[in-house]
């Protein structure tokens, strides 16, 4: 929360907050918010601190994700004592990357800033997100240098991640890069016409394409509470960027078949042999063996077949990307097709 002051100060910070929030602001803070009732208040007020050194209007917008705890009732407060805090709820929880995509789809800025609510990516970095934007780059995505408190086994399923995105899919995406970064106006307006449900933001910015640019910066440790990507959601996380982005899995399919045909191929001629010399054929576990081997690579694929047609029966359906219950602090037209209820 902001620090209290004595009346007059507090008269004048208050026209000034005003005054910024009947601005069109020039930047965007996209942050979604999760369970982050302990973080939350120190998030605001670091954030405030480096976008009032930048000293050009912005907009914090704070997106609810369903959160359980008291993250809601903070995020009102905060907006009460600061209209450059836009909040947007969730009816309940749809997922961190549709939590980024309702950001965009509200932010009014000439640059959009993407950055995780729980201080593990630093508001500080941001002034040089902007420098590199004001240089002329449209996306600029901070990539990690260093990353603290995370345990060996996230540091290697990560690096194993990257590695196979990067080699099974046709674009680029920089290795050690999260969602913390900074999108161009253009970028934005491209971004909001894709409606995919099954969404892997880090990869549908590399893909628009624009000049693209890095900042590395160090990751810190979670302020307070505990990850909200455990490995499940890492998991289906994965799953989607390569269902998003490559075909590879399907094509896998047809190869392998193409394999055991021909190793099959190869065993008929060979039994064929074997009963002409020897009379019979020996080996009735072998054949039970390779029976479940090729029943359970059917099965795979299958599975790997399922998750596309899955996929494409969301997309088929057209619903919403996400409900918003409240929308705080917004005046402009609701987003086509995004929300069930008037704003606030």
Do not use: C
């Not at 449900?197 to 394409?209: C, E, I, K, P, T």
């Not at 072998?286 to 077949?305: C, E, K």
């Amino acid at each position: 929360m902001i620090a209290p002051h004595d009346n007059g100060d507090q008269v004048n910070e208050n026209d000034v907050i005003a005054a910024s929030a009947r601005m069109q602001p020039v930047y965007s803070i996209v942050a979604p918010v999760f369970n982050e009732e302990e973080t939350l208040p120190h998030f605001y007020t670091r954030m405030i601190q480096v976008m009032d050194a930048v000293g050009e209007p912005f907009e914090l917008i704070l997106i609810n994700d369903g959160s359980s705890d008291g993250t809601f009732r903070l995020m009102r407060e905060l907006h009460a004592q600061d209209s450059r805090v836009r909040v947007i709820d969730f009816s309940r929880n749809f997922g961190h990357q549709i939590a980024i995509s309702a950001g965009l789809d509200y932010a009014q800025g000439k640059a959009v800033v993407i950055i995780d609510s729980d201080l593990q990516d630093p508001p500080e970095v941001i002034p040089e997100l902007i420098a590199r934007w004001k240089d002329g780059a449209e996306v600029v995505y901070a990539q990690r240098k260093n990353r603290a408190g995370e345990t060996p086994f996230k540091l290697l399923t990560a690096t194993l991640f990257y590695r196979l995105i990067d080699r099974i899919t046709s674009i680029h995406i920089p290795r050690n890069v999260g969602d913390f970064r900074l999108l161009d106006r253009s970028v934005v307006d491209t971004l909001v016409t894709m409606h995919e449900h099954h969404r892997f933001m880090r990869g549908l910015s590399a893909w628009v394409g624009f000049r693209q640019e890095a900042v590395a910066y160090d990751r810190q440790e979670r302020y307070a509470g505990t990850t909200k990507y455990p490995l499940s959601k890492m998991l289906r996380f994965s799953m989607d960027a390569i269902t998003s982005f490559s075909h590879l899995p399907l094509k896998l399919a047809t190869t392998l078949g193409f394999i055991l045909a021909l190793i099959s191929l190869i065993g008929i001629l060979l039994a064929i042999f074997l009963r002409l010399v020897t009379g019979a054929i020996a080996g009735q576990a072998s054949t039970l063996i390779l029976v479940l081997f090729l029943g359970g690579i059917q099965l795979i694929f299958l599975g790997i077949i399922g998750e596309y047609l899955g996929r494409i029966y969301d997309e088929v359906r057209a619903r919403p990307l996400y409900i918003v219950h409240h929308a705080l602090g917004f005046s402009q037209p609701e987003p086509d097709a995004k929300k069930s209820v008037p704003l606030d």
